[in-house]
Every structure is written in structure tokens, then in C-alpha cells.
């Protein structure tokens, strides 16, 4: 028809490209970099000459398959979140996942567990128990996004003063502390491989009703009187995306602000249409954490900075930019 | 789909239908929840199947309320409702939404969708909404170009013309609008009439529509339903609703404005001219006699849109206009005295008087004491039509005092023949 229809091709295009650089990136650089040849040897044939360079990329390649399903899980799940609540400033732990893992996490470790798995569980557990908590409150009353919204504010607020109680009282403080930060250090790669099959697949259902994010957009009465149940709907959007956050917290820890600016980002780039924007998140997200986890790998010698606090130093002067340079049609940002 | 329709209820729904009014309502109330008093008290009507009506009356009357209910959006309401005879309350939301469509007050804001986009999602999937019959829609409305467009771009003609396109698309048999052209220009309110109109008389849509617009209402409207605080009033054709008596215990408020092309034709014909004043269709009857009685007739000052203003326009009368909604301008003024003063007669007629339209009746001030041109004056009460605090009536004490005053079409007529 015009030229408009090959710009969303164009876009996936080079953000495939980015993320193809920054998984190459990540192979080769770190505290032992690993000539090009090697990487290609690795990835094809699964094998390399040096068998130091076999044990790197292994760990490498874990932590960079970590990293993109992370960011793209997170942005994904920040879309659905958005659009559901109808709002902007919406991300994926603003419905109390956030504080409900942390909260249980720190209890894991204060209780002394040590294995990452039964904190990842807990940390799971919390996660589901506040979100639960949130949607059983406001669909008790009134489920309105007004309502979940609110409820979800109180109701991290109430898990973040407990979570500090905890913290006060523990004495493996420092543990809690770097758990609540985040982290990329994925000790099981079987780990891994059900996050990408599990997420994967709830994001692919999403996407196959991409047109009800949509019409949820629409007057209230436009979509009822085109016969949507918007508060069923609203309701299945908002567990699947939960539990995708979940899962992923629960094994990072939080990583913020990923969830909030990708969705942001991905929408000026390609537009609200979300058969289209639901997969530039994921992609663009996971493209983001990657070069976000390659510096904090490679800024400073021997020393990893925490993945959380790179997300919002990277991203922040990104996505301010992008916003200077978009004009904004009228409407966009505004809560509706 | 999880909730795919059911094909059985819809056929079902087809058989009941036949000879079924669209709406019939009986008893119908509604009150919030919460709320001592009924938003919505007793209303009893029946909608014809491929009617079109329009819902009139003031602000905080229940008209959304009503339109919310007949939506199936304010469900438990008191009474009963058919829709195409079948209880409303009894149908599923999806089992409606194969058969009425909805245009809300407000356009689409903030919707960064671009028309095609917004038009495909018309009947929820994408999937179910073929492109042929976008471009064929699009093409019909004129707006074809607008396809790429993004929604919250549009200006508001072009907005709520895509709107339509998007409840037309879902191939309804009623469509229910909540006040469409409010936020529209004079011009751009006429192109979405235009088409609606036209649309509703090739599919045989029934169409209910809440309008601010009085004069769109009786313009293209086949029955009025005029609400004032929960009651339905009347409900009936145009000329039995929208006249002074009903309408102003309802408003009150100055119905003149209006206003303004200019119509320069002006025939030397018959038996010579008479000029009448009138205004929101108090003129017809009379022009009609004059017209009968082989007079040129010539009006003035009339607001474009007004309903004598239609019918002098559609009767080939001579008029000096205004705007729409504007008051009389000095240029005009001196244009009506002139026809005056180029006529045999000034028939004055009884219509509203408010500070836009007063200055009809300053002739009094400009012409000879005694004629021509002679002055026939409706007769009776105008207490009831000034809404200028008195300042009409004195000028109609002025024009009476010389007058010829009448109080029956017979008598008019009795009075007309004797200016010969």
C-alpha cells in the first residue's frame, strides 16, 4: 500500500541485529575475551580448541540466554500490565510481585536456606501470594484498573515495611541486599531452559489475542457493545503476565525499571498495535538486558556491578533521548 | 474466541424478531446504586424496526441513562424492555453485539492506532473484518485517504466519520449514538447526518441517537423522544414535539439564533410582495396561505438551519439570513427593512423572541405611520414567547397598536384577501 507497512519490518530488523551483536559481545568479552574465530567454532560446532575457552562460553552462553529471557519476560509482561491496567506508568511488579518476593526471599535467607532453589521458591511463592492478594481484594469490591492499582500500592507498601522489619532484625542483611538488586548468576542452566519454555509459550497465548489489548484501549461501551467481557479478559491478561514476572523474579531477584521504559520505547518505536508491539518488546528487552549485563561484566575489573542498577543508568539517558526526539502525538502518556 | 456465539441463538433470535418493534419499553426505570430517586421513571414507548429517532431534552434528563439501558450497559433496570422482542436483560452481551452497534459521546482519544488498524478490530478479531469491506466503507464515507491515518490525529469530522464507519462495519440493526456531532462544526455536523441518514435508509438500520441539536433532530429524525427529568414527555414526529408550548416548558430558553447566506432572489410576481417574521416554524402555515394566494412572499431575518428557514429555502421564498446562532447583524437588518418597505404587507407571526431576533421586530421604528406596508399580527399571549425580559413585548404593544391582529388561520386569511 506505502512505504509505512515495511517500517515494522525495518525495526525488528535491526533490533534482531543489535541482539545478534550483543549475544557476540557477550561471548567474547569479560574478564578472559575469546577471539571471534572461537565463538563462531562454538556456537556452530559446539566445540573449541582451547578447553578453557569451552568452560567460558558454556558459562557465557547460560548468562546471555539468562539475560535476554529476563528482559525480554520483563517487557513483555510490562506491555501486558500497561494495556490491561490502562496505564502508562504501569510495570510488571506494580501489582505487589516486587514486594512479595523480596519479602519472602528474605525470609528464605534469614531462615537459613541456603540453596538458590528454595529461595527462588519462596521468593516464587511471595511473588504469587501478593499478587493473588491484590486481584482477591479488588475483585471482592469493584474490579476496576483504578481499583487493582491502588490496592497494589498499598499492598507493596504494607510487604515493603515487613521486608524491612526483616531486614532490620536479620542478621544476613548483606545477603537480602544483593538478592534485592538483582542478579544474573544463573547456577542451573536446566533453570533456564523451562523459564524460556514456560515464557515463551504464555506470551505466544497473549500474543494470539493481541487484538483484545487492542480494543481494550476503546471507549468502555465501544467494548461492551462489541461483546468483550474487558474485566475477563483483563483479569487472564494480568495472571499470565504476573506469572511470567514471577518466575523470572524469583530468580533473578528485581530488576527494575526494564518493564516500565522497554514497553515505552518499543511504543514509540512501532506504534500501540500489539499484534506488532508485543513482539518488539520481548525482542527489544532482551536486546537491552543483554548489553546492560555486558556492562556491568565489563566496566570495571574483577568487579560485577548489579544488573538492577545498570538497567536505570543505561536506560534512562536512552529513553529520555528517545522521547526528546519522537513527536508526541496528542493522547500518548496520558492515562487512558 | 474463548466465547464463541452461539449460531442457534442468533436464528432463534431472527424468528422472534419478525414484526418485532426494535425497542419496546414498558414501565422502564432505572436508579443507581446508591440512589434514593429514579434517574429513569416510567417510560413507556415502542421504537419501530427501521425507524430513526433522536432523544432530546435538557442535561441531567436521563437520555444517556435511557441509552445505556436500551445498550444493555445499565443492566437491572425496573420494567420491561424488549429488544426486537426479545427481554433485553434476558440477551447475552455477545448475542447483542451481532445485532446493535454503539458510537459514545466522546471519539476515540488517544487511540495511536491508524484507521485501517482501528476499522479492523470493528468485530473484536481482526479476523472478521474483511478489508474489502473497509475500503469499500471508506470509500463510500469519502475518506479513503484517511487510511493510514493515525486516529488520535483526525480532526473531529474525520474521527467520528471513522467512528461510524466502525459501527457500520459490524453490520448492526439498530444503532445507538450518544450525542454524535456535539463537539462538531455547523458543516461537518451536516456530512455525518448526510451519511448516517443515508446509511440508515439503504440497510434498514433503526437508529437512536441522543442530540443537543434540536433542529438536527427535527431535520432528520422520524420521531422525537423529548426527556425531561426521567419522563418521556413525548414522544412523536418532529412537528408535534418541537414546537414552543412543548419545547419551552422543557428549556427555557431563547430558541432564535441562527443565521446567514445570503439569498439575493427576489421575484416581481403574483400579487405583490408580503414579508413575514417569523422564526422555528411558526411561518409555515401562513407562508403556505400567501404562497396559495399567489403572493411572492419574502422572509426575514432567519437563522440558516432554522425550521423556516428550511421551509422557505424548500418553497423557493426570498429570505434575508443569518448565521446559525448569531444575532442579527446591522447589515441585514437594514436588508429585512428594505424588503419591508418593498412590501404590501408585514405579517408577524407568533415565534420566540430572544436578544438574538429581536431586532426583527425594530421595523416598527422605521416604517410610515400608516400604510403601506399594512401590519397583520398574530393575536394572543406573547408572555410566553419572550425571553428578552419584556423588551419584545414592548415593541409588540408598538406593532399592534397599528396592526391588524388575527387569531385563527380563517381569520388571516380574511385579513390577507382585504389588502387587495
Known amino acids: 500500500m506505502n512505504s509505512l507497512n515495511f517500517k515494522p519490518y525495518l525495526f525488528f530488523a535491526t533490533a534482531a541485529l543489535l541482539c545478534a551483536g550483543g549475544v557476540f559481545l557477550s561471548f567474547s568479552l569479560g574478564q578472559a575475551s575469546v577471539p571471534p574465530g572461537e565463538i563462531f567454532n562454538y556456537i556452530l560446532f559446539k566445540q573449541a580448541a582451547d578447553p578453557r575457552y569451552h568452560v567460558i562460553l558454556k558459562m557465557r552462553l547460560v548468562r546471555t540466554a539468562a539475560a535476554f529471557i529476563t528482559g525480554a519476560g520483563l517487557a513483555f509482561s510490562g506491555v501486558v500490565y500497561q494495556s490491561s491496567l490502562k496505564n502508562y506508568l504501569a510495570d510488571p511488579f506494580m501489582l505487589g510481585i516486587s514486594a512479595g518476593a523480596a519479602l519472602f526471599s528474605a525470609l528464605a535467607i534469614t531462615l537459613k536456606f541456603q540453596s538458590s532453589f528454595m529461595i527462588s521458591t519462596f521468593a516464587f511463592c511471595g511473588a504469587i501470594f501478593a499478587v493473588s492478594a491484590v486481584m482477591a481484594v479488588s475483585i471482592v469490591k469493584k474490579f476496576s484498573s483504578y481499583n487493582l492499582i491502588l490496592t497494589g500500592i498499598a499492598l507493596n507498601s504494607f510487604f515493603s515495611s515487613f521486608l524491612t522489619i526483616v531486614m532490620y532484625l536479620s542478621k544476613d542483611m548483606q545477603n537480602i541486599f544483593f538478592w534485592l538488586m538483582g542478579s544474573l548468576d544463573v547456577k542451573f542452566a536446566g533453570q533456564i531452559f523451562y523459564t524460556y519454555i514456560f515464557v515463551i509459550a504464555a506470551a505466544a497465548y497473549i500474543l494470539r489475542y493481541s487484538y483484545i489489548l487492542d480494543l481494550l484501549k476503546l471507549n468502555e461501551k465501544t467494548i461492551f457493545s462489541i461483546g468483550i467481557d474487558q474485566n475477563y479478559y483483563k483479569i487472564k491478561f494480568l495472571i499470565i503476565a504476573s506469572l511470567i514476572s514471577a518466575l523470572i523474579v524469583s530468580q533473578t531477584g528485581i530488576i527494575g525499571f526494564i518493564g516500565l521504559i522497554v514497553p515505552h520505547a518499543a511504543r514509540l518505536i512501532i506504534g500501540d498495535l500489539h499484534r506488532l508491539l508485543l513482539p518488539f518488546s520481548f525482542l527489544l528487552g532482551g536486546t537491552m538486558l543483554i548489553y546492560c549485563d555486558l556492562i556491568s561484566r565489563t566496566a570495571a575489573d574483577s568487579i560485577n556491578f548489579p544488573i538492577g542498577i545498570i538497567t536505570s543508568l543505561v536506560g534512562a539517558p536512552f529513553f529520555i533521548a528517545l522521547l526528546a526526539g519522537r513527536r508526541n502525538p496528542k493522547g500518548a502518556g496520558s492515562n487512558g | ?420
Open chain 2, 1 to 420: 474466541m474463548d466465547k464463541i456465539f452461539n449460531a442457534d441463538a442468533a436464528a432463534d433470535l431472527k424468528v422472534r424478531q419478525n414484526g418485532a418493534p426494535a425497542f419496546y419499553a414498558a414501565g422502564l426505570s432505572y436508579r443507581f446504586d446508591g440512589e434514593k430517586d429514579d434517574i429513569v421513571n416510567g417510560m413507556n414507548f415502542e421504537i419501530e424496526a427501521g425507524s430513526f429517532v433522536s432523544i432530546v431534552g435538557p442535561n441531567g434528563a436521563g437520555k444517556s441513562t435511557v441509552l445505556n439501558i436500551m445498550l444493555g450497559y445499565n443492566k437491572n433496570y425496573g420494567g420491561r424492555l424488549e429488544f426486537f422482542g426479545k427481554e433485553l436483560s434476558s440477551c447475552r452481551p455477545d448475542e447483542l453485539a451481532l445485532k446493535r452497534a454503539y458510537i459514545p459521546q466522546q471519539s476515540e482519544e488517544g487511540l495511536r492506532l491508524n484507521a485501517y488498524e482501528y476499522l479492523k478490530l470493528a468485530n473484536a478479531s481482526p479476523l472478521n473484518t474483511k478489508d474489502r469491506d473497509i475500503d469499500e466503507i471508506l470509500e463510500k464515507f469519502n475518506i479513503s485517504h484517511l487510511k493510514n491515518h493515525d486516529i488520535s490525529l483526525m480532526s473531529g469530522g474525520e474521527a467520528r466519520l471513522t467512528q461510524l464507519a466502525f459501527a457500520l462495519l459490524r453490520k448492526p440493526e439498530a444503532l445507538l449514538l450518544d450525542e454524535p456531532v456535539s463537539y462538531l462544526d455547523y458543516k461537518n455536523q451536516q456530512v455525518f447526518f448526510n451519511i448516517l441518514k443515508k446509511e440508515h435508509e439503504s440497510r434498514k438500520i433503526t437508529v437512536v441517537s441522543i442530540l443537543h441539536d434540536l433542529d438536527l433532530a427535527a431535520y432528520y429524525s422520524d420521531k422525537i423522544m423529548l426527556v425531561n427529568d426521567g419522563r418521556l414527555l413525548k414522544f412523536a414526529p418532529p412537528v408535534e414535539v418541537l414546537n414552543y408550548k412543548t419545547l419551552g416548558s422543557v428549556f427555557f430558553a431563547g430558541a432564535s439564533s441562527l443565521a446567514a447566506a445570503q439569498s439575493e432572489m427576489q421575484r416581481e410576481s403574483g400579487r405583490g410582495n408580503i414579508h413575514v417574521i417569523c422564526g422555528g416554524g411558526s411561518g409555515e402555515k401562513i407562508i403556505l396561505k400567501l404562497l396559495e394566494l399567489n403572493f411572492n412572499v419574502t422572509c426575514g431575518v432567519l437563522n440558516a438551519g432554522d425550521s423556516d428557514w428550511r421551509f422557505c429555502r424548500a418553497n423557493g421564498a426570498a429570505m434575508v439570513e443569518e448565521e446559525p446562532y448569531r444575532p442579527i447583524t446591522p447589515e441585514n437588518y437594514i436588508k429585512n427593512i428594505e424588503y419591508i418597505k418593498k412590501s404590501r404587507a408585514v405579517v408577524v407571526c407568533a415565534f420566540p423572541l430572544g436578544g438574538g431576533n429581536l431586532a426583527n421586530l425594530k421595523f416598527i421604528d422605521e416604517i410610515n405611520e400608516t400604510g403601506p406596508p399594512e401590519i397583520i399580527c398574530a393575536g394572543g399571549n406573547f408572555n410566553e414567547l419572550d425571553f428578552t425580559g419584556g423588551a419584545a413585548l414592548e415593541y409588540l404593544d408598538k406593532i399592534k397598536k397599528r396592526a391588524a391582529v388575527f387569531n385563527s388561520m380563517d381569520e388571516f386569511a380574511a385579513l390577507i384577501q382585504k389588502i387587495n
